[in-house]
């Protein structure tokens, strides 16, 4: 089988590899210069800007993301976390609340983590301890959807907004009062339980162009298989037994096509499709939430308590210091998820709030000076409660889907791309 895939993000490039690793001839297609899609690098290559890359947006992993560890060293040659700064889970805010887990093996280390907790009262961490126990005992599935801000309900404030709303907020790029139950569960089962690495944080060591696409890229070149980047796919149109794909000055046939774009891009290249109507009309239904990401540096930037500290008022925000991950003097990334006030706020307002923060952790600083404001508009899905994601398989004989948004119970994040990727080509390669 001759296969298309068309996105090289990281769901086209992780069923470009499981495809490539079945043996099947493999041409991924990417609209952009650099490859990535939504985590990606941007500008060109560091070597060639003389300076530092900066992504579209500073992103965290998990431990618990192991599809994307296992892809990750299929195609380099090193272990897939020496691409990240590994960090035991730690919610640090300089206004009070800070919660750590100790080197410990599961579950104590969340158990020392809450109980040791600074900022909260005994009654509170009780309280959380309560949750998590309640979520447990339905094995993290609820019966019936709802709204974290509902299911949340009986926490204390204080409980809610520091460590609840901050992981919803981070994790489902969603407002608590929109954000699905279901999902929110499935999170903490993934990054709670089992064994205590889940709970890591992996922050990129690299570029994230650098991480995984462009390993994937020249791996698949040393397998068999093609990337075309700069080539936007305009149409495509059944050919026989085959497909066509179109771009501004030519065109190709496949056996078989993946579409690994954002949704809205997948609704241009099915809308023409006559038996796509249906999905198409339910991929209208989407909604979609901003990431807002403001790289600034200092003269000279204090020793941070841990690499990344929290703030939850008036916006869940953090502050992620770039020397520790990424080797970059002085500099730091803010990062403000989901849609809020602060998306209205301009450079002058975001130096000083950013100020403001870094002096009350700090102590008296020098302002920021900003270096690049990127607002990733539709940066994910709306997560909420009951939303429509379509099957990995179409109404289309031979055509396929992955992508974030896909069917499946994590929210947009990398892991969930790219183990949409993986299922995509599984189900592409268990298909007549
Ligand atoms: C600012 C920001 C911060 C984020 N932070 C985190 C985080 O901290 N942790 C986390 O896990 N996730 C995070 N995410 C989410 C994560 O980046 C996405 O879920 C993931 O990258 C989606 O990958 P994808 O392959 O599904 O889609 P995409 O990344 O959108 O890839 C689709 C690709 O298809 C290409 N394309 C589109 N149309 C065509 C066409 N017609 N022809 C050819 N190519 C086409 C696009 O250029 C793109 O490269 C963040 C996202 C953003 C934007």
């Known amino acids: 089988m001759n296969i298309g895939i068309i996105g090289g993000g990281w769901s086209g490039f992780a069923a470009a590899v499981e495809l490539a690793r079945a043996a099947h001839p493999v041409t991924v297609y990417e609209a952009g210069r650099v490859l990535g899609g939504r985590a990606r690098r941007m500008g060109g290559s560091p ?55 100790p080197r410990l093996p599961a579950p104590l280390h969340l158990a020392a983590a809450l109980l040791f907790a600074r900022g909260l009262t005994l009654a509170e961490k009780i309280s959380a301890i309560r949750f998590m126990q309640a979520l447990k005992r339905i094995g993290f599935a609820p019966d019936t959807d709802m709204s974290v801000a509902e299911a949340l309900a009986g926490q204390p404030t204080a409980v809610r907004r520091y460590l609840w709303e901050s992981i919803c907020v981070a994790a489902l790029n969603t407002p608590i009062e929109q954000a699905s ?101 339910n991929l ?82 020098p302002p920021p000076r900003l270096i690049r404001r990127v607002t990733e508009k539709r940066a994910t899905f709306t997560c909420a409660p009951g939303m429509f994601r379509p099957s990995l398989t179409t109404p289309c004989q031979d055509l396929f889907l992955a992508g974030d948004y896909v069917a499946g119970p994590y929210p947009a994040t990398i892991e969930g791309a790219v183990r949409s990727g993986v299922q995509c080509a599984q189900t592409l390669l268990a298909t007549p």
């Open 47 to 101: 070597e060639a800007s003389g300076g530092p890359s900066f992504d579209n947006g500073q992103h965290i992993l998990a431990g618990a993301y192991s599809e994307t560890l296992r892809l990750m060293e299929t195609v380099s040659s090193g272990s897939s976390t020496s691409g990240f700064l590994r960090l035991p889970l730690a919610l640090d805010y300089p206004d009070g609340v800070r919660i750590r887990a």
């Open 181 to 281: 139950f279901r999902v929110f569960a499935r999170v903490l089962q993934d990054a709670l339980t089992g064994k205590a690495a889940n709970s890591d944080f992996l922050i990129p060591a690299q570029d994230l162009s650098a991480l995984f696409p462009e390993p994937a890229a020249a791996w698949l070149e040393r397998n068999g298989g093609k990337v075309k980047t700069r080539t936007r796919i305009s149409s495509l149109q059944r050919s026989g037994q085959q497909w066509k794909v179109l771009w501004d000055d030519g065109e190709a046939v496949h056996d078989r096509i993946v579409i690994a774009t954002a949704p809205a891009h997948a609704i241009d290249l099915l809308s023409p499709l006559n038996d796509c109507r249906e999905l198409v009309r």
């Open 284 to 365: 209208d239904t989407l909604s979609y939430q901003p990431i807002l990401t403001v790289y600034a540096d200092y003269p000279a930037l204090p020793a941070f308590p841990t690499p990344l500290i929290g703030w939850v008022d008036p916006v869940p925000l953090f502050i992620f210091d770039m020397r520790a991950s990424r080797g970059l003097a002085n500099t730091i990334a803010v990062v403000a998820s989901a849609e809020g006030p602060h998306l209205d706020w301009d450079d002058a307002r975001w130096i000083n709030e950013i100020d403001a923060r870094m002096q009350q952790a700090f102590g008296p600083l």
